[in-house]
């Protein structure tokens, strides 16, 4: 069964960077159609679409984080990281990391249990 | 960006109610649309794919139709256990987008 589980600080200050790590159990990061995404959500609001990385390392990011935000791979810890640089109140929320599969379902599933992020001087 | 808009933002409705949110895309993103339940201080979960698959293992009560530009979402007899925030999320195009959310309470 595959499980993701996130982790990294909870609390930053204005100007440093966020970096999370995403340890996946059940299934190799290095094969399938897999994409490996980021999703956060700021207290009380929805749902932001950060990025997502393939096992080749093609990324794709979200236009509004994009000059901020790098992806990357360790296929020996079967792990994936998101930082965002610079960070800012405006980043304090939770964290998600989930599986989405672009040929064989297009949807984020499963999901972490999720890593509150708080930005604050 | 395709922007998805919900309505309503929140609802109040009483056990064994049919319960319909609405998801509208800006522009055409045929069946590109999935519904997500999110309970309080938990992950979304996936309900409908697709704009009206349901998936495995999600109760018969819950249904999806639509395409294009105006998606709906039901819970037919509404149960206790389904008071959550509900999203649609559109993969049509980069960036993939939700909608703002609806929360779902019981009167």
């Known amino acids: 069964q595959l499980q993701l589980q996130e982790s990294g600080p909870g609390l930053l200050k204005p100007s440093q960077t966020l970096s999370l790590t995403c340890t996946v159990s059940?299934?190799?990061?290095?094969?399938?159609?897999?994409?490996w995404s980021w999703i956060r959500q700021p207290p009380g609001r929805g749902l932001e679409w950060i990025g997502y990385?393939?096992?080749?390392?093609?990324?794709f990011y979200n236009p509004s984080l994009k000059s901020r935000v790098r992806m990357s791979l360790d296929t020996s810890k079967n792990q994936f990281s998101l930082n965002v640089t610079s960070v800012t109140a405006t980043d304090t929320g939770t964290y998600y990391c989930?599986?989405?599969?672009?040929?064989?379902?297009?949807?984020?599933?499963?999901w972490g249990q999720g890593t509150l992020v708080t930005v604050s001087s | 960006d395709i922007q998805m808009t919900q309505s309503p933002s929140s609802l109040s409705a009483s056990v064994g109610d049919r319960v319909t949110i609405t998801c509208q895309a800006s522009?055409?993103?045929?069946?590109?649309l999935n519904w997500y339940q999110q309970k309080p201080g938990k992950a979304p979960k996936i309900m409908i794919y697709?704009?009206?698959n349901l998936e495995t293992g999600v109760p018969a009560r819950f249904s999806g139709e639509g395409s294009g530009t105006d998606f709906t979402f039901t819970i037919n007899s509404l149960q206790p256990e389904d008071i959550a925030t509900y999203y649609c999320?559109?993969?049509?195009?980069?960036?993939?987008?939700f909608g703002q959310g609806t929360r779902l309470e019981i009167k």
């Open positions: 989930a599986r989405y599969r672009l040929t064989t379902g297009n949807w984020f599933d499963p």
């Open positions: 059940g299934d190799s990061i290095s094969v399938g159609d897999n994409y």
């Open positions: 990385i393939f096992h080749s390392g093609l990324t």
């Open positions: 522009q055409d993103i045929s069946d590109s």
């Open positions: 697709d704009a009206s």
């Open positions: 999320q559109q993969y049509n195009h980069l960036p993939i987008t």
